[in-house]
C-alpha cells in the first residue's frame, strides 16, 4: 500500500481539504505569506491530517519570520514568536510594553508580525511604548528585489522618522 502523505505544498480547494488524502491522492498546502501553519492558518488542516492519521511531510521553504531573525543581528538561541498584536492602540502599547520587558527578563528577541496596511500604525507605535536603547528589526518584502532589513535602537528609528509602508513585514524586538 502507497503511503499516504500531506506535503505541505499545494493546497486543495476542494470544500473537503482532506478529500483526495482519502481517496490515495497526493496533497499539499501552500501559504501566500511564506511558511505554512506558522503564522498562517494551515494548523486547522495538518491537525485534521494528523488526526486522521495521514503522514505529513514539511518541505524546505521560506519562512519570513526566520528569515527576518536569521538577517536581524537580534537574539537568536532564544525567541519567541507572538504573531499579531492587538489592534486597539491602549491594548497594543500594553503588548508592547510587556513584550520589551519580557525581552529583557528572558534575553529573547519578541518577534510579531502586522497587515500591511498597520505597519506604519504598528512602528509608531513602537517608538512611542519602547526604551530608547531596545533594538528594533523591521524586516520587509523578504526574498523580493525591494527587500529591506534594518536593525537599530528606537531612538535611531525615531530620528530616521522611516515608513514601511504597505509591505510584508515581520518585526523584532530585543531590550537589553
Not at 39 to 45: H, L
Not at 155 to 165: D, N
Request: hydrophobic content about 45%; charged content about 30%.
Amino acid at each position: 500500500m502507497p503511503v499516504r502523505e500531506l506535503n505541505i505544498r499545494v493546497i486543495s480547494d476542494e470544500r473537503d481539504p482532506l478529500a483526495p488524502l482519502r481517496e490515495k491522492r497526493a496533497l499539499g498546502l501552500l501559504s501566500e505569506a511564506g511558511c505554512p501553519a506558522i503564522a498562517d492558518p494551515g494548523a486547522a488542516i495538518i491537525d485534521a491530517a494528523h488526526r486522521e492519521g495521514f503522514r505529513v511531510v514539511p518541505l524546505v521553504g521560506p519562512s519570513s519570520i526566520v528569515l527576518a531573525l536569521m538577517a536581524s543581528g537580534l537574539e537568536g538561541q532564544r525567541f519567541a514568536f507572538s504573531g499579531y498584536l492587538p489592534r486597539e492602540g491602549p491594548a497594543r502599547a500594553e503588548k508592547i510594553r510587556e513584550l520589551e520587558r519580557r525581552s529583557r527578563k528572558e534575553l529573547e528577541t519578541e518577534i510579531f508580525i502586522e497587515t500591511p496596511y498597520r505597519n506604519d500604525v504598528l512602528l509608531a507605535a513602537l517608538l512611542e511604548a519602547c526604551n530608547p536603547r531596545t533594538k528594533l528589526c523591521v524586516a520587509a518584502d523578504l526574498t523580493l528585489p525591494g527587500e529591506s532589513v534594518q536593525t537599530k535602537p528606537i531612538a535611531e528609528w525615531r530620528r530616521a522618522k522611516t515608513a514601511i509602508g504597505r509591505r510584508p513585514a515581520v518585526f523584532l524586538l530585543l531590550s537589553d
